[in-house]
């Protein structure tokens, strides 16, 4: 019985691991297959693709200063139209794209790209995807 106490108290550890690794292993499938499709793109495509990222953080940030909730659904139609975009290249399940949220908030140039638009718009949507995953 002991043991099995002891087994018990060490699965939460373990499951934080797994998760970690679940997500590690998420992003980098993400990467590879992100890489396989922009290898396809011509210049042109590629100055499309990063107008329409730059307007679609600006409707963002009008609707966080506006005080939009994440759940509205006008925001919600915002985060669909980008988990559209991002199936272009790959078709990401909810923890993919709640993690690719998170992401945004994590790594310091997606942070300060977020950050040149609006102050605080990284975590408004990270908060907005996971809500359009249902995960929040």
Known sequence: MAALRE???????????LNVLAATVGRTIAEKQSGQFTGTLTDEDQARLRQEATAAMVRMAEAMAAGTRMTEPAVQAE????????CRMRTPNAAALKALGQTYVDDVQCRAA????????????????AAHTGTA
């Open 114 to 129: 977020y950050g040149q638009v609006a102050a605080g718009l990284a975590v408004y949507q990270r908060d907005a995807m």
């Open 7 to 17: 087994h018990q108290r060490g699965l939460p550890a373990n499951q934080e691991r």
């Open 79 to 86: 985060v669909d139209a980008q988990y559209r975009g991002i």
